[in-house]
């Protein structure tokens, strides 16, 4: 007797409204896994590798300078990284402080008076404070604030970095312009992709720059990443974090249900 025929099983359809899916084979799946480990590690190697950089450079400098007796090194089996460091930001906290008095101010002004007379270094010396007191001042306003100017072509943007105005001397030197705009010159740092650090330096009427309503530090990104990086709006952030927990919300079981 011959065994009995199976039926023959329709197909099951598809329930899935996107379609069938696409299997990934196991090469896009290696290669998807690396690609996103390098997207984690990447970033956070380079800021580990700088930062210890930039600590050995500064225990390089500041260690030498202090007795041998007065480190915890030269009693422990084993160096501190960071100490260095420590002590330069004791010692410039400490400086500054001496500086805001009068007797630090008055032995300020007596190494200033020196380095006056010297040929070479005031040249040197006055600029670079100056340089100095510009960037770090806090009521100083020059690289705070973000521009477009049409550059290098009519039609073309480029994002600047607006200095301070010209001094009365350029001023008077430069073309006063039309009636409307004035002999209002600002000087403007136009950044290098991908590195800010070197560009252009001009002078623009200020009538000739279009300011934007962007941190200097998203204008650093944007430059770096060629346009990769756009700049971020705070409150649209808040939003897409604010949409994320009210889906959260709904998406979570309620107690009723997950008690039966």
């Not at 007797?1 to 996107?18: G, K, N, T």
């Not at 136009?190 to 204008?219: H, K, M, Q, W």
């Amino acid at each position: 007797m011959a065994p009995p025929i199976p039926p023959i099983q329709p197909p099951i359809p598809d329930l899935d409204p996107a379609g069938p899916r696409k299997r990934v084979s196991v090469r896009g799946r290696l290669r998807t896994y690396f690609l996103t480990g390098i997207i984690v590690a990447g970033p956070l190697a380079i800021t580990i590798y700088i930062t210890w950089w930039f600590i050995t450079l500064i225990d390089g400098w500041v260690k030498p300078l202090v007795p041998a007796s007065y480190l915890p090194d030269h009693y422990l089996p084993f160096s501190i990284p960071g100490l260095g460091l420590v002590i330069a930001f004791v010692a410039v906290t400490l400086l500054g402080f001496l500086t805001a008095n009068l007797v630090g101010r008055s032995v300020i002004e007596f190494g200033e008076v020196l380095l006056a007379r010297t040929p070479v270094i005031s040249g040197l010396y006055k600029g670079l404070r100056q340089i100095f007191e510009t960037l770090f001042s806090a009521n100083g306003t020059s690289f705070r604030t973000v521009g477009l100017v049409e550059f290098p072509v009519k039609g073309t943007w480029s994002v600047v970095f607006l200095s301070a105005p010209a001094a009365p001397d350029v001023q008077a030197a430069l073309p006063q312009g039309s009636a409307e705009t004035g002999p209002d010159y600002v000087g403007v740092f136009l950044p290098c992709a991908p590195n800010p650090t070197t560009g252009f330096f001009f002078y623009l009427p200020r009538a000739d720059i279009i300011e934007v309503g962007i941190s200097v530090d998203d204008a650093a990104k944007l430059v770096m990443s060629a346009g990769v990086i756009q700049p971020e709006d705070p409150q649209t952030r808040l939003q897409a974090m604010a949409a994320g927990l009210r889906a959260a919300q709904v998406g979570a079981p309620s107690p009723e249900r997950q008690d039966a």
